[in-house]
Every structure is written in structure tokens, then in C-alpha cells.
T-cell receptor, first 112, second 112 residues
Framework: DVKVTQSSRYLVKRTGEKVFLECVQD?????MFWYRQDPGLGLRLIYF???????EKGDIPEGYSVSREKKERFSLILESASTNQTSMYLC???????????FGEGSWLTVV | RKEVEQDPGPFNVPEGATVAFNCTYS??????FFWYRQDCRKEPKLLMS???SGNEDGRFTAQLNRASQYISLLIRDSKLSDSATYLC?????????????FGKGTKLSVKP
């Protein structure tokens, strides 16, 4: 089975703090994704990566950056957290673009 | 027109009922189609892919109508455990350029 692991499940951060969300997948998938999910807005793509050191902006990249130094690891960075970034963040991976994606369990971030 | 549109529900049905969800998509070039299931405060998980010929998995049947650009999910003999949000997912392109577009989900509540 595909395993996507998000190491931080619940975080509370202060406004202005730098936040790192880490994600690791164990199936040698090429593609990795970061989404956020908010009530009434559904899943929104922040960034995705189709290869090591490659990244593409999704629908809502503002206020976020990403890093993919190794194939299995994709990090989401909030340079200066703001209260409107309070959300559930979901990491996902897929073997090929357009194919089934597999999600991690999610990271619940609260910015106060 | 939204890229992937679903009736948000909630659909409240008794155990044993048959329930159907529809989903419309705007991009006629879409190649891949999926239904995901998401339990409350959990990550989405693949329920089934949707093939042009239609496909069935136990009590679940998925259909694709390319001419009308909609996908359906039929659940027969509903169980309490079917209560969840069902996400319609579409890949707008084939090959290497596609990313999945998620509908906002249809909430199903199965009552005793």
C-alpha cells in the first residue's frame, strides 16, 4: 500500500512565525502535491512537483513556498504565517500526473 | 461554469436505500475520472475510478457520459458506514500535463 506520511498532525503557531510542513511518500512516486481544504471551498492546490527540485504553482500559491530536495520528500513552507492560513493541509502523491493520487492524513494548522 | 460541479447535499437517506450522485465537468478534453470518499476530518481516499464503459464494485456503480460531460455514482443498499462526503475528481488532460480537479463534494448521511 502507498504510504504518505505527514509528520506534523496538529500545530498551533503564532502570526509571523515560519512554519514547515513535511511530507514523505514511500512508493517512489514522481509527483507530489500540497492542498489545503477549508469548509465550503473544497480542496485547493497550493503547489505540486513532478520531479526533484521541480515545482509548479497551483491555484493558491501566495504566502507559500515548497521544497523538494529528495524524491520522497516534499515540504510546504509558510514564510510568515497569517491567521487566514489556518486550515487543514493535505499532502498527496501520484505515480503519473492525471492518475490516482494518495493522500496523507492531513496537518491541522491553527495560526493565532 | 465551475470546472467540476457537484450537488453539496446533504443527502439524508435511510439504511437500505439507493442513492445517486451526479457530477458535471466543464472541460470536454478531460481524460480520467474518479470518485473519492472523505470521512469527517480525514483524508480523501480513492473509492473507484470511472471508465467509459461504466464499472461496478459491489454496491457501488460509476458511470461516465462524455457527451453530456457528467459522471454518476450509484450506491445500492446503503449502510450506516457509507456516511461520508463523496468527491468527484477529474483530470483535465491526459499524459504528462494533467492535474486532478476536485469537486467540493456531496455529503451523504445514512440513518438507521
Amino acid at each position: 500500500d502507498v504510504k504518505v506520511t505527514q509528520s506534523s498532525r496538529y500545530l498551533v503557531k503564532r502570526t509571523g512565525e515560519k512554519v514547515f510542513l513535511e511530507c514523505v511518500q514511500d512508493m517512489d512516486h514522481e509527483n507530489m502535491f500540497w492542498y489545503r481544504q477549508d469548509p465550503g471551498l473544497g480542496l485547493r492546490l497550493i503547489y505540486f512537483s513532478y520531479d526533484v527540485k521541480m515545482k509548479e504553482k497551483g491555484d493558491i500559491p501566495e504566502g507559500y513556498s515548497v521544497s523538494r530536495e529528495k524524491k520522497e520528500r516534499f515540504s510546504l513552507i509558510l514564510e510568515s504565517a497569517s491567521t487566514n492560513q489556518t486550515s487543514m493541509y493535505l499532502c498527496a502523491s501520484s505515480l503519473l500526473q492525471g492518475n490516482t493520487i494518495y493522500f496523507g492524513e492531513g496537518s491541522w494548522l491553527t495560526v493565532v | 461554469r465551475k470546472e467540476v460541479e457537484q450537488d453539496p447535499g446533504p443527502f439524508n437517506v435511510p439504511e437500505g436505500a439507493t442513492v445517486a450522485f451526479n457530477c458535471t465537468y466543464s472541460n470536454s478534453a478531460s481524460q480520467s475520472f474518479f470518485w473519492y470518499r472523505q470521512d469527517c476530518r480525514k483524508e480523501p481516499k480513492l473509492l473507484m475510478s470511472v471508465y467509459s464503459s461504466g464499472n461496478e464494485d459491489g454496491r457501488f456503480t460509476a458511470q461516465l457520459n462524455r457527451a453530456s460531460q457528467y459522471i454518476s455514482l450509484l450506491i445500492r443498499d446503503s449502510k450506516l458506514s457509507d456516511s461520508a462526503t463523496y468527491l468527484c475528481v477529474v483530470s483535465p488532460y491526459g499524459g504528462s500535463q494533467g492535474n486532478l480537479i476536485f469537486g467540493k463534494g456531496t455529503k451523504l448521511s445514512v440513518k438507521p
